[in-house]
């Protein structure tokens, strides 16, 4: 146990080294390419504005974002009622989708009991 802490410690260390040397040139190299969405001055005021505008930006994309939302809805309905129709490439996507939401959630299942497989160890 205590080889592996020294381990960690030790790889901690070279990423803090890393980050000292790289970290400032990795910084102004996103601030210069990304100069277009600084805002000059950054006042308070500025910022509160900003942040107003784009929760009622969000919140007027609602509505379209339902609308999407019903049109995909039928569209799986139409499916759903011709699902002797399905090719096998779709039946695939859907499978294929499927296995994906399985997959985060078993992930997220082991994350949430400590990256344990086996459940609660006493």
Known sequence: ????LRQLQSKACQASKFV???GTSYYKQLLEQNKQYIQEPATVEKCNELSKQLLYTRLASIPVRCEAFWKELDQVKSL???????TVE??????????ECFAWFCAGE??????TFTGYYP
């Open 110 to 115: 082991i994350v949430g009991r400590g990256f």
């Open 20 to 22: 000292s040397q790289h």
């Open 90 to 99: 779709e039946a695939g996507t859907v499978a294929l989708f499927g296995l």
């Open 1 to 4: 146990m205590a080889s592996k």
């Open 80 to 86: 759903w009622k011709n699902r002797g129709d399905v």
